[in-house]
């Protein structure tokens, strides 16, 4: 299985980037999508999420107001629209699938996507 994230780059602070993740039909289908991100020298942690459904989405307190997450469904994939964002935003942006909702663990993880924000 094979997801993919892309649309990262370098944006000055107040910008906004639109990241998007690939899934592979079955995987869109069925899964719940999240997104992570691991900046320099931190662990990685959770940035938002949405179920497979579309029904509920899930965000970071760190981002709530800024990032939208949603599911194109004629494209196979789960953008996280970033807005108004912040120097402390800046690290590598992973996305990944989950079948249980309830579990904790993520089956399936992506490449990561590198995302600046320069003050």
């Known amino acids: 299985v094979q997801l993919q994230a892309f649309g990262g780059g370098l944006v000055q602070a107040g910008g906004c980037l639109r990241l998007?993740?690939?899934?592979?039909?079955?995987?869109?289908?069925?899964?719940?999508i999240g997104w992570f991100r691991q900046a320099p020298g931190k662990d990685r942690e959770f940035v938002s999420s949405?179920?497979?459904?579309?029904?509920?989405?899930h965000y970071a307190d760190s981002v709530k107001g800024r990032f939208t997450i949603s599911r194109d469904n004629a494209k196979n994939t789960v953008p996280l629209q970033m807005n108004n964002l912040e120097p402390q935003d800046t690290a590598v942006y992973y996305c990944?699938?989950?079948?249980?909702?309830?579990?904790?663990?993520?089956?399936?993880w992506g490449q990561g996507t590198e995302v600046t924000v320069a003050s």
């Open positions: 990944a699938a989950r079948l249980d909702p309830y579990s904790v663990e993520w089956d399936y």
């Open positions: 998007s993740c690939a899934a592979p039909g079955h995987i869109f289908n069925s899964y719940a």
């Open positions: 949405i179920t497979f459904g579309g029904v509920s989405t």
